[in-house]
Structure formats: C-alpha cells, structure tokens
C-alpha cells in the first residue's frame, strides 16, 4: 500500500486501485505505453475527484482521509457532527464539480497548446477529458453508493426528516436497473450493464439488511463457547485491532472474513464485529451499524451493541443509538464504562 499526504490530507492507494485500473485498460487501451498512461490518468482523475470532496469536508471542520481502492476512491469526511442535508449535498456534489473542471482544463490546454495528433501528450489530453468529464457525469446518476445515491438520499432524508437509507437504497437499486437494462438492450454496452446491474443487487442487499437492523430481536447468548472457538475468535481479534492501530485495514479485513467463513455463530458474530471496527474506523457510519447489528442478531455481545450504538449515533440517529448502548447494558457491557465514556456517556442521562 502506498501512503502519502497531499497538504493536509493523507492520502492511501492500494493495490486494488492500481490493479482494477490496469485491468480496465487493458480493455480499451492499446500497447504498453498506453497502458501506463492510462493508468496514470487514471490515478490523477480520481485522485482530483476525491480532492473535490476533501476540500469541502474540510471547510465544513471535518478532518478528510483520501483513500483510492477498487474501481474508485473514497473520501471519509470526518466531519464533527452528522451533516445537515444541504451539506451532505455539497459535499457529494465536489467531486465532480473537481472532475469537470479538471477535463475542461485539459480541454482548454488542448487548445491554447494543441499538440501533435497521436503523441501521447495528446493521448494524456485526451484521456483526461474522457475520464474526468464522462466519470463526473456518470457519478451524478442517482445510485448509490455514486455521489450521485448521495444526494438522492440527502434530499430523501431533508424531505422527511428520518433516516431513510432503505429508501434511498431501493430507489438506487430500481434506477441502476433500469440503466442496466438499457445498456444492454439499447446501446449494446454489457461491462456498463454488468456492473449498474451489481450496484442493483448491492442496494437490495443493503436495503434488506436496513430493514432486518430495525426490525430484529436479540439473539439469545448460546449457552457453551468451546475452546478452540474462543481461541480462534481471541486471536484474530487480537490481530485486527493491531492491524487497524497501524492502520493496515486488509489485514483487518483478512481477519474478519476468517472468522465469518469459519463455522459457528459466535466466529461469524466476532468477524462482524471486525468488519462494523473497519467501517467505523473509515468513517461509513452506516455500514458500521449494519454490521454491528447482525453481529449481535447472531450472538448477543455488548460489544457488538455498543459498536452499533456509536455508529448509530455518529449516524445522526440518537434514538436508535440509545436502544443499542440499553441492549448493550442488559448484555454486560461495564455500567460506570458506559457512562465515563465521552462519546457514548451523555446518552446515559
């Protein structure tokens, strides 16, 4: 992984950024020459994106981490508080107001300097209009987890003033497949309908999961742990939390995926405990209360309640976070902890 900061900001790229980039240039691109500069628009293109949005994050008092990973980057705000709608709206809309005014400067430098057809200083000119213009156009359709979804879901949530992450999610899934279907069926274009087409079975899949969150009863605490349970859960614990003090998340992760592919309730339960950490430690509150409640849906930890709680509650939603951090009492987890806890305390009073 390669780790730098870029002003105020630190900045991540991981393997799989630089490994999907290579594999989507390999498609279109042509030689090996190509390939490099694709790569290397590629990074710089998303790299201004998520800029676009760290700049915002940071005027609004937030302390913004870039990280570029899979097909795309992310931006974690850090903002002090959950943000009112309209800031959400700004700040999902600067990425691609970043990315457009970086193909437009290409733009404008192709013509003030216009280079000779075919050099690769037109092929990186050009590159950077196809990949900064079409990708901030194609960020804005309304489908998360696109800034686009963001919005939508901003809007959805300033109409009716609650949470509304199921909402957002199945609208998001009913548009992606919708462009799905059309870009196949209309303009021939299977990679664009494969992948809005995974983005439907993700929004589904997030939405059902919202749903089941809000809706489910505690488990009940199995009765036995056995040895080699406990052994395996203690020492991949043990290692996640080191891997995530070092911030290195795919070791944390690696973790994570052990235990949930491993047999029993009480691994799966732990491994989602990890995951909910990793999220809550990136800052996508919601991903992190999701997985914090399945884990205590299969065995009841107070860990895992209180995981839930303070990401319900950085969530902007303190009536669920209070229900969390109650089942995390009625679990064990330490009273006079609980209240000495300066983010979690004050919900105590």
């Known amino acids: 992984m390669l780790r730098f900061r870029l002003g105020s900001f630190p900045v991540s ?3 799989s950024f630089l490994i999907a980039a290579a594999l989507l240039g390999y498609v279109w ?4 020459q190509s390939l490099l500069i694709w790569i290397a628009v590629v990074f710089v293109s998303v790299l201004v994106h998520e800029l676009g949005h760290a700049v915002v994050a940071l005027a609004f008092g937030g302390r913004p981490e870039i990280r570029l990973e899979g097909f795309g980057g992310v931006t974690f705000p850090r903002l002090p508080q959950p943000p009112p709608a309209w800031k959400q709206v700004v700040l999902s809309v600067a ?15 192709g013509r003030v300097l216009p280079p000779d057809p075919g050099s690769p200083a037109a092929t990186v000119l050009l590159l950077f209009r196809v990949t900064s213009v079409d990708w901030a156009i194609l960020n804005l359709l309304p489908v998360l987890p ?13 109409v009716r003033r609650k949470p509304s992450a199921a909402a957002a ?22 990679y664009v309908a494969i992948w809005f087409g995974l983005f439907a079975f993700q929004n589904v899949t997030r ?28 020492r991949e614990l043990a290692r996640a939390r080191q891997a995530l003090l070092s911030s290195d998340v795919d070791t944390a992760l690696a973790s994570a995926t052990l235990l949930e592919d491993g047999e ?61 951090l109650k089942r995390a009492l009625e679990a064990g987890a330490p009273a006079g902890a609980v209240r000495d806890d300066p983010e979690l305390g004050p919900l105590t009073r």
Not at 95 to 109: R, S
Not at 146 to 158: C, K, N, R, S, T
């Open 95 to 109: 990425g691609p107001i970043a990315g457009l005014g970086l193909g437009v400067a290409a733009w404008a430098l």
């Open 264 to 324: 029993g309730p009480y691994r799966q339960a732990a491994g989602l405990r990890i995951r909910a950490g990793v999220e809550l430690a990136r800052g996508d509150n919601q991903a992190a209360g999701l997985h914090a409640g399945r884990s205590y849906t299969l065995w009841q930890s107070p860990d895992a309640a209180v995981v839930a709680a303070r990401a319900n509650l950085r969530a902007g939603e303190r009536d669920r976070a209070v229900n969390w």
């Open 29 to 32: 691109m042509e030689g090996w």
């Open 207 to 234: 939405a059902r999961l919202v749903a089941q969150e809000s809706g489910s009863a505690p488990a009940p605490v199995a009765a036995q742990v056995r040895d080699a349970e406990r052994e395996d859960v203690d």
């Open 13 to 15: 790229v991981y393997p």
């Open 169 to 190: 999610s199945w609208a998001s899934a009913a548009v992606a497949g919708c462009i799905a279907i059309v870009a196949w069926r209309l303009y021939g274009q299977p």
């Open 146 to 158: 696109l800034d686009g979804g963001h919005v939508m879901q901003a809007v959805i949530e300033g």
